[in-house]
């Protein structure tokens, strides 16, 4: 299984919206809504902050959502804040689950 | 509050073996499959191994058959992972992660554990 794709690196200015693309295959991505994305801050272990393509697990901002279209899932975090610098993995489900490349969110 | 505590990392040889260890807290630790996630230095997530609740079923990624072995006891709350025949490929931070319920996901993870493989 290959890892999925994902941009190197995101930035915008606090309040600004941002929006992470990963891309896989009619075999991971395209074929289940098993999309999941997690949130990694330097040094932490990732933090699960969508499931099933768009829902939020209990007590994460309403300010991260997730959306699909074919082979290609999308993380849209709105309302950009320091906090929400860190790496992004989208993570998808095959029988096993493959991770994204990562990407680096910069708060500029 | 669910807890995931890894123990066991360190430093090895080439060739040597290490067994770390995740001790379960906050949740009914038989009621769910577990996940060994790695992560080399700079690099993005691998998933390594997972197992069933009871212990039955048991997953590995094609690079670490027959090296790793994933094993459970929920007797005391903890997941194991013994890793044999080490190669420097596996340097990396080992969590340890508890399957959603679909198990397409890991919504909880320890906080993870060194592994250097180094002459």
């Known amino acids: 299984q290959s890892a999925l794709t994902q941009p190197a690196s995101v930035s915008g200015s606090p309040g600004q919206s941002i929006t992470i693309s990963c891309t896989g295959t009619?075999?991971?991505?395209?074929?289940?809504?098993?999309v999941s994305w997690y949130r990694q801050h330097p040094g932490k272990a990732p933090k699960l902050m969508i499931y099933?393509?768009?829902n939020r697990p209990s007590g994460v901002s309403n300010r991260f959502s997730g959306s699909k279209s074919g082979n290609t899932a999308s993380l849209t975090i709105s309302g950009l804040q320091a906090e929400d610098e860190a790496d992004y993995y989208c993570?998808?489900?095959?029988?096993?689950?493959?991770f994204g490349t990562g990407t680096k969110v910069t708060v500029l | 509050e669910v807890q995931l505590v890894e123990s066991g990392g360190g430093l090895v040889q080439p060739g040597g073996s290490l067994r770390l260890s995740c001790a379960a807290s906050?949740?009914?630790?038989?009621?769910?499959?577990m996940s060994w996630v790695r992560q080399a230095p700079g690099k993005g997530l691998e998933w390594v191994a997972n197992?069933?609740?009871?212990?039955?079923?048991?997953y590995y990624v094609d690079s670490v058959k027959g090296r790793f072995t994933i094993s459970r006891d929920n007797a005391k709350n903890s997941l194991y992972l013994q890793m044999n025949s080490l190669r420097a490929e596996d340097t990396a931070v080992y969590y340890c992660a508890r399957d959603s319920v679909t198990g397409a996901n890991f919504d909880y993870w320890g906080q993870g554990t060194l592994v250097t493989v180094s002459s």
């Open positions: 009619s075999s991971d991505v395209g074929a289940y809504n098993y």
């Open positions: 197992i069933k609740q009871d212990g039955s079923e048991k």
């Open positions: 993570g998808s489900y095959t029988s096993i689950v493959v």
């Open positions: 099933d393509v768009s």
């Open positions: 906050g949740f009914t630790f038989s009621n769910y499959w």
